[in-house]
């Protein structure tokens, strides 16, 4: 009888971790959608978002294997002290996704179920809402990353920026770069309207001399 119910609690077990397995993965690929839809980082999102179920799963193997051993936890502490991880993290929303990843694989891994799934739910719903509310009202405005290149090491952000400031609606400095032989800065701008925008092209090509500008349509790029 004894052998008899250890084999049913087994069993259970596993039915139970397949499931959280299976819950675990559908909610990491809709975080993956989430992140490429509503994130606003400059870097490719499609190869960070890749990894996200690979986070999530691996978190909740890790804790559904550790949570019933006090020694294998102290193990794994140990273990995770040695992880160096090569890759800096360049914007704080790149970090807030990756914890609603182990989020997710921590409360999966430790049966709790519903929490998780709601507490997931309430984080991607309030989010939606706000990314959306950001965006309400631009009508048929730019929202524009606009990266300006020179070809010297003399190019003054601060001016950079007071200019593009005193001719776009909203302009916020996301990244500068600065080598031996060049300079870059890369602005997030938005403009009410394309005739706003073409203005502030000329003007800004007139106030600063052999400088490279490029820009991306945020507004309306596949996957925005």
Known sequence: ???????????????????????????????????KKFGTV???REE?????????????????????????SLGLVGAL???????PIKEP???????VCIAIGVGLGANQTLTTVLGFSGIILACSIFRSKTSIGS?????????VTSPTTELSIQQLAEFLDAHSDRCDLRRTYISNNQSSATFSIFFSSVQNLDKSLV?????????EITFVDQSHMPGI
């Open 48 to 72: 960070l978002a890749r990894v996200f179920p690979f986070i999530a799963l691996t978190t909740l193997v890790i804790i559904t294997v550790v949570k019933s051993s006090i020694a294998l």
């Open 1 to 35: 009888m004894e052998m008899i119910d250890q084999s049913v609690s087994s069993e259970i077990s596993a039915l139970i971790f397949i499931l959280n397995f299976g819950i675990a993965f559908i909610l990491s690929v809709v975080l993956s959608f989430h992140y």
């Open 203 to 211: 003007g800004l090509r007139t106030e600063f001399a052999d400088v």
């Open 93 to 99: 929303e790149e970090l807030a996704y990756l914890f």
């Open 42 to 44: 400059i870097a490719n």
């Open 81 to 87: 002290s040695i992880v160096r991880f090569r890759t």
């Open 139 to 147: 009508g048929l405005g730019k929202n524009i990353y606009l990266t």
